[in-house]
């Protein structure tokens, strides 16, 4: 399948012949290029440079939209890229540096981690992703990718790490609906909190007849039902630390004996875990075994609490609205309503704001939107409480932060400016017209601000 990826081209002096050897050898591994800006551009990108500045920081920052798009960093000189650099351009947006000092092999390596991406894109945004993982926040869309990569293409285990509530349990089902194995047996679901101490042995190896008191026939514990398929191991912080060896030489020999059993048996899974705890810090005190640690945490995906990702409440409040009416009309917030969602503590994270949404279903009715009148009593703030707005606390500690910084005024009102241009087009994925309507300025005010702003990063 052609992919198509736009370019940026950020260099003092890029040649008319190396730029159509850059779009002729991309196009010859099925990479259909076009400038960045075109009505065909797409969210894959490649900036040229040659040379690492502010400004080309600022640009990658600018052209992955908020982490929207992913984007390539390409020089045509290897000897242009230091360590350090190398981490500046990851750490401003980039996903990749790349150097085209040798054209043959850089072409093969670029249109290689396009194809991966595109692939990865498509996952991401078919409706089975976009139903089970709501969200579009930067921080969560970088999650998202990830646990699609991981699942799709590696068979690899994954730890899960994330408050209680952050969906976890919705993200290993995920990790299990992708896996791409050609025969993949059922999810194996095991939570380690809810394990009866006695029969802990059983419920992951299991039994033979008479092998204990009660064990009137043989049963098959977790390790032989994932086999073929994956088991999901949810809350392992809280697994005994007495099982934890015998854990880690089913997941390393691939092997197990039934409790009461003298036969060993095979058995291929892969392994999903998640915690809300701190795994290596209780590794570190003891209270979970090192090596089992890492050897579950070949590769660990951190679910952000809903606190890190404000901008995905209002979509999951729409999704939910959406599940619980699904024979009805879909269900509207009005502004007030909106604000107090968008102002909310939420300890709970995602499932507490899911119950909520749910307490106000049930006091709505009619088809009109869901008012002020429709949360529950118990969930109203109280009359004394203070009214949260948007000039908060961290506004005012940023704010005397910069003052003691010796930020001037005028800087501080420029920065805060672009801040609120960029996270507008980041929410609104990159449609202007969108934007500008919640910045309160027209289309072409928007536009030329924007293209001011690209003039001078460039110069």
């Known amino acids: 399948m052609e992919v198509q990826a736009w370019v940026h081209n950020y260099t003092n002096d890029l040649s008319r012949s190396f730029w159509n050897h850059v779009v002729e050898s991309l196009s010859e591994s099925g990479v259909s290029v076009c400038q960045h800006g075109e009505d065909t551009a797409g969210p894959l990108g490649i900036i040229l440079f040659d040379n690492i500045n502010p400004g080309l920081l600022e640009v990658i920052g ?22 350090y650099e190398i981490w500046q351009l990851l750490q401003a947006g980039a996903s990749d540096v790349l150097a085209w000092s040798n054209p043959a092999s850089a072409t093969q390596a670029v249109a290689a981690r396009l194809h991966r991406w595109a692939a990865v894109e498509r996952l991401v945004n ?9 969200g579009k926040s930067r921080a969560w869309k970088g999650v998202v990718r990830r646990i699609v990569e991981i699942a799709r293409f590696t068979d690899a285990s994954v730890l899960i790490l994330g408050e209680s509530g952050t969906g976890k349990e919705l993200a290993a089902r995920l990790i299990h609906t992708l896996d791409a194995r050609a025969e993949k047996r059922d999810l194996v ?45 949810d809350e392992i912080g809280e697994l005994p630390l007495h099982l934890q060896p015998q854990l880690l030489r089913v997941v390393q020999e691939r092997s197990y004996k039934p409790v009461g059993g003298n036969a060993w048996h095979r058995t291929e899974f ?36 809903l606190r890190e990702r404000r901008d995905d409440i209002l979509p999951l409040a729409h999704h939910f609205a959406g599940e619980l009416r699904r024979q009805e009309s879909p269900a509207e917030f009005d502004e007030p309503v909106r604000r107090y969602l968008l102002e909310r503590d939420y300890p709970g994270n995602v499932r507490e704001l899911q119950q909520l949404i749910a307490r106000m279903c049930c006091c709505h009715v009619g088809d009109g939107p869901i008012t002020m009148g429709d949360i529950p009593e118990d969930d109203r703030p109280s009359a004394q409480a203070d009214q949260k707005g948007w000039q908060d606390a961290q506004l005012e500690q940023a ?57 001078t990063l460039s110069s």
């Open 270 to 305: 892969r392994l999903i875990c998640a915690t809300n705890r701190d795994l290596m810090r209780s590794a570190e005190q003891g209270d979970f075994r090192a090596d089992l640690y890492y050897r579950l945490a070949n590769w660990i995906c951190r679910l952000p609490p």
């Open 62 to 83: 600018e052209l992955t939209e908020g982490g929207h798009h992913r984007v390539m960093t390409v020089t045509a000189s290897a000897n242009l890229l230091r360590e």
């Open 189 to 233: 679901i095991l939570d380690c909190s809810s394990l009866v101490p006695e029969l802990t042995g059983s419920e992951f190896f299991g039994h033979e007849r008479g092998s204990f008191t009660g064990a009137l026939s043989r049963r098959d514990g977790a390790f032989a039902l994932a086999n073929g398929g994956s088991l999901f191991l």
């Open 399 to 455: 704010i005397r932060h910069a003052l003691a910084l010796g930020v001037s005024l005028k800087e501080i009102s420029r920065v805060a400016t672009e801040m609120a241009v960029r996270i507008a087009v980041e929410e609104e994925e990159g449609n202007l017209q969108r934007a500008a309507g919640r910045l309160g300025i027209t289309d072409r005010a928007l536009q030329l601000r924007r293209a001011s702003r690209r003039q």
């Open 126 to 134: 078919s409706p089975l992703v976009q139903k089970n993982l709501v």
